[in-house]
């Protein structure tokens, strides 16, 4: 494993063939018999200079045993190659694939399948550690940060037990993978938001405007497949401008949002608006365009997350 570290954290200031890498390894004891042609990981790796483009964690992850042997690859549209005995010990329960591989996700669900540690290369030089589906630690800046696993249920008690809690996690933690922000929140009352969010903004207000008299800002929520929310359809919405808002049940009631906030003189537009919302929502989830999670509540920010820190504000 510590070998296996150093080899990403070299990679991470490495180009390949003018790309910026991507690499995804898979360190797990599946295997029960010895490699029939020996491949030291990483150090017969390094030698070929393509292989962390072959294995990006996106398309394709290299799979490891415990002796430290490369064994194989698994590719995302071959997930269940080396699985067949764990799927039926798990009842033949499938394990899915969002669309979101650039955050790991095919590095997630490769540990959910074969078991051990999974580590991806991200394309902005972090790396990222994955147990059993979920992430466990992330290196950024030249820092080790233990992500922070109970943030659903962290988020759900200060929801009052939202069951939108899990999907607005889930799509923070995605969302932080990418090069934008973004605005998530709970509210428990629809009507909380009247004051703050313009009415053109509001999905779950699209029937009971006249279409005749609709901007088209209104007119295309009724082409949203959102009535159904889920998170990947939840990560599209939230990281246009804007904030997207939920109810405790996890219905879509606004995305794209702006925000009327207090006075931002001091403090960037998303953080002024974040901070504004969180004065009506249960509670708010701002995503900066570096990856920092904070979470607000009742106009003040608690705590900021998978940043060049982990300290409580508030």
């Not at 955050?103 to 580590?119: P, Y």
């Amino acid at each position: 494993i510590e070998d296996t570290i150093e080899f990403l954290v070299e990679l991470s200031s490495t180009r390949v063939e003018a790309q910026d890498l991507t690499h995804g390894v898979v360190i797990t004891d599946i295997f029960g018999d010895a490699p029939r042609i020996p491949v030291r990981y990483p150090a017969d790796v390094k030698v070929a200079k393509r292989a962390p483009l072959l294995f990006d964690g996106q398309r394709s992850v290299l799979i490891v045993d415990m002796q430290g042997h490369a064994r194989t690859e698994l590719q995302r549209h071959r997930l269940d190659r080396l699985t067949l005995d764990r799927l039926t010990q798990r009842g033949g329960e499938p394990v899915a694939i969002d669309g979101m591989t650039e955050s790991g996700s095919l590095v997630a669900a490769a540990t959910r399948v074969v078991g051990g540690l999974g580590l991806f290369l991200r394309a902005d030089r972090s790396i990222w550690a994955f147990l059993d589906g979920k992430p466990l630690i992330v290196r950024r800046g030249e820092r080790w940060i233990a992500f922070p696993v109970m943030l659903a249920e962290s988020l759900a008690s200060m929801a009052g037990g939202s069951a939108a809690a899990p999907m607005v996690a889930d799509a923070a933690f995605k969302i932080s993978a990418l090069p934008r922000g973004a605005i998530l929140a709970i509210v428990d009352d629809p009507s909380a938001i009247d004051d703050v969010v313009p009415l053109k903004d509001r999905y779950d207000l699209r029937d009971e405007l006249d279409p005749a008299g609709m901007r088209i800002e209104t007119r295309l929520h009724h082409l949203i497949d959102a009535d159904d929310l889920d998170d990947q359809t939840l990560v599209r919405l939230a990281t246009l401008d804007g904030a997207t808002i939920l109810d405790r049940n996890g219905r879509l009631l606004a995305y794209g949002a702006v925000v009327s906030s207090f006075d931002s003189q001091h403090e960037g537009a998303r953080t002024a608006a974040a901070r504004t919302l969180s004065e009506v929502a249960l509670v708010v989830v701002m995503v900066s365009a570096d990856g920092d999670i904070t979470i607000f509540r009742e106009g003040s920010a608690v705590v900021t997350l998978l940043g060049g820190s982990h300290v409580s504000i508030a």
